[in-house]
């Protein structure tokens, strides 16, 4: 079976930091590019980052530019996202998705990501 598996979520401070890992397996990693998404209770899903399946091309979106890095290691089948000064706003679900380029995440659209999984809660306190 495909999988995504989001973690490294939980409590910080504002201005803290975390690194979340999306792991995958059921599929040749190495092939896929990767998303990181978010969703807030009563907003829609915002893209977070993007990395494609070489590590060779990164995607920030506007809220984390700057802030944060994202890279992957193909021999883990992983991929990491480091965000630095959270916010309150920062707050959300945190998603890891599979496509085969970055394409859609740079217009917005989102369309062809899949196997969300089921995410990793951020949660910034001011």
């Known amino acids: 079976d495909v999988q995504l598996q989001a973690s490294g979520g939980g409590l910080v401070q504002a201005g803290g930091s975390l690194r979340l890992s999306c792991v995958a397996s059921?599929?040749?990693?190495?092939?896929?590019?990767i998303g990181w998404f978010r969703q807030a209770p009563g907003k829609e899903r915002e893209g977070v980052s993007c990395?494609?399946?070489?590590?060779?091309?990164?995607v920030y979106g506007d809220s984390v530019k700057g802030r944060s890095t994202i890279s992957r290691d193909n021999t883990k089948n992983s991929v990491s996202l480091q965000v630095n000064s959270l916010k309150p706003e920062d707050t959300a679900v945190y998603y890891c998705?599979?496509?085969?380029?970055?394409?859609?995440?740079?217009?917005?659209?989102?369309?062809?990501?899949?196997?969300w999984g089921q995410g990793t809660q951020v949660t910034v306190s001011s």
């Open positions: 990395i494609s399946s070489s590590g060779g091309q990164t």
């Open positions: 059921g599929f040749d990693f190495d092939d896929f590019a």
């Open positions: 998705a599979r496509h085969f380029t970055c394409g859609t995440f740079v217009s917005g659209s989102y369309y062809g990501f899949d196997s």
